[in-house]
């Protein structure tokens, strides 16, 4: 997942442990954290958050309609970009 800080109503970098674990939580444990990432040299740069799943379809489901209905940290997530990777 890619979070765009100017898009975010409440860009705290703790987000990079908030989202993963509520995502984990709201998805009975389908969906779980593997790390996160900036996306540029400085604190302006997007966070890339990454999970991993067990069956992509799944858990692509799963993602996109947590970011749909659900808030973290005061945050609208629907503006989120999700890229789904198979191993």
Request: hydrophobic content about 40%; charged content about 30%.
């Amino acid at each position: 997942m890619r979070l765009d800080p100017a898009q975010l109503r409440n860009p705290d970098t703790d987000l990079r442990y908030a989202l993963p674990k509520a995502l984990e939580h709201w998805s009975g444990g389908a969906v779980r954290s593997d790390g996160y990432d900036y996306d540029g040299p400085d604190g302006t740069a997007a966070m890339l958050i990454y999970v991993r799943v067990d069956d992509v379809d799944t858990g692509l489901a799963f993602v996109t309609k947590f970011l749909r209905d659900q808030r973290v940290m005061g945050n609208d997530l629907q503006s989120v970009t999700v890229r789904a990777v198979a191993e």
